[in-house]
């Protein structure tokens, strides 16, 4: 707006539209001195409607809870739990309602990434891929099946593969415990399987800052920093203060990779 009514001046003051152009400009920039850095933070991220957003998201849930061919009870309590935290009750009714609609139909998945990938940030679409990992791994395994789904969702979102192996790494492990490597529909596992697909090694840990082992000291700090500023929660505050929890949750296992990584090394 600033800039409009600097434009607007310029061309009534000098008469000429190059001026009225260089106004404009010189107008924002000044507007731009005196813009709360918060402010500048979520005129920067912010790039798709919440409503959007959350559709989308529950259209990526149900093919997820699909993928196998079972819905479970302990899926959707997590879907209802996230929703509760990140829309309060009325509208997590009101949520959980439409994706009961969107079970029942059949969407053509490949339109809806493209232009969920369109209207969102890299973090939103990071947020979006934590998010159903952590749905498919709600009870404690990840089937064949499911992976599939939510690495062809990845995909067509535009989601780099070496952000998608980060995002992985994060939930199935050191050694992919996790993971029913079988394609089992089978949601059952001994307790000493399932504390596996939580356990970390450093390699997995290498995994998380998309990076090898053989990595200098120096390359690691500028993985961490890369992905730090990628997987910040101020990038999706807009969102709602759940959903910026939601991805300091994740934000905190990137550091805690990078904290073994450093101690590993004896790196300062």
């Known amino acids: 707006m600033v800039g409009i009514i600097f434009a607007i001046v310029g061309y009534i ?5 190059w001026a009225a ?37 529950l259209i990526f849930t149900a093919a997820v809870m699909k993928a196998d061919g079972h819905l479970y009870k302990i899926e959707l309590n997590y879907v209802k739990d996230f929703l509760l935290h990140n829309l309060g009750p009325e509208n997590a009714s009101s ?11 059949e969407y053509d998945l490949e339109k809806v990434c493209r232009s969920f ?16 990992f952590g749905l498919a791994n709600s009870d404690g395994t990840i089937t064949d099946d499911e992976l599939r789904t939510i690495k062809y969702i990845s995909d067509n979102c ?28 089978s949601r059952q596992r001994s307790s000493s399987q399932r504390s596996n697909s939580s356990s970390y090694t450093l390699d997995n840990d290498y995994k998380i800052l998309e990076i090898n082992p053989s990595a200098t000291d120096d390359e690691v700090k500028k993985a961490y920093r890369r992905l730090a500023k990628e997987h910040h929660p101020d990038r999706v505050a807009h969102l709602g203060e759940d959903m910026r929890k939601a991805a300091e949750e994740k934000f905190t296992k990137l550091n805690q990779a990078y904290e073994r990584i450093k101690a590993a090394r004896g790196m300062n």
């Open 13 to 17: 003051w000098f008469g000429s539209i």
């Open 117 to 132: 990938s369109r209207s969102t940030n890299s973090a939103e679409r990071l947020l979006m891929l934590r998010f159903l």
């Open 95 to 105: 949520a959980l309602h439409d994706l009961k609609d969107i079970l029942q139909e």
């Open 21 to 57: 152009i260089i106004c404009y400009f010189i107008g924002n920039f000044i507007a731009g001195l005196f813009t709360p850095p918060e402010e500048k933070r979520q005129r920067q991220y912010q790039t798709v409607n919440p409503q959007t957003y959350t559709h989308d998201l």
């Open 158 to 185: 535009g989601i780099p593969y070496m952000h998608y192996e980060s995002v992985k790494a994060m939930y199935l492990g050191g050694y992919y415990g996790g993971y029913n490597q079988g394609g089992s529909s």
